[in-house]
């Protein structure tokens, strides 16, 4: 099983950056596609971007241009770089082990999250 834990959330005006980190434990990061999801208040989860073992990445429409996800095995770490944050972008972010499942993204193993707030 792997343990995953983020940080690097905070309360970050409209405009600006924030860089989240996701630390793995248990197993080695490098044989699985590692995602981020968040989850706003009222709202049912949402994926935001993937990187395949080999570093591909695939990105929802909504965060396209403005976050960036990258990982560094020999870390066991997965980051999200976010720039451009937007009031709509306030949600729990959530690093899992993530699955395609057709068109849609799920995950198997997920962090406890870390809050992110955007204030406009």
């Known amino acids: 099983q792997v343990q995953l834990v983020e940080s690097g959330g905070g309360l970050v005006q409209a405009g600006g950056s924030l860089r989240l980190s996701c630390a793995a434990s248990g197993r080695t990061l490098s044989r699985y596609t590692m995602g981020w999801f968040r989850q706003a208040p009222g709202k049912e989860s949402e994926f935001v971007a993937a990187?395949?073992?080999?570093?591909?990445?695939y990105y929802a429409d909504s965060v396209k241009g403005r976050f960036t996800i990258s990982r560094d095995n020999a870390k066991n770490t997965v980051y999200l770089q976010m720039y451009s944050l937007k009031p709509e972008d306030t949600a729990v972010y959530y690093c899992a082990t993530a699955i395609l499942k057709g068109s849609s993204w799920a995950y198997e193993y997920r962090g406890q999250g870390t809050q992110v707030t955007v204030s406009s």
């Open positions: 990187i395949w073992s080999g570093g591909s990445t």
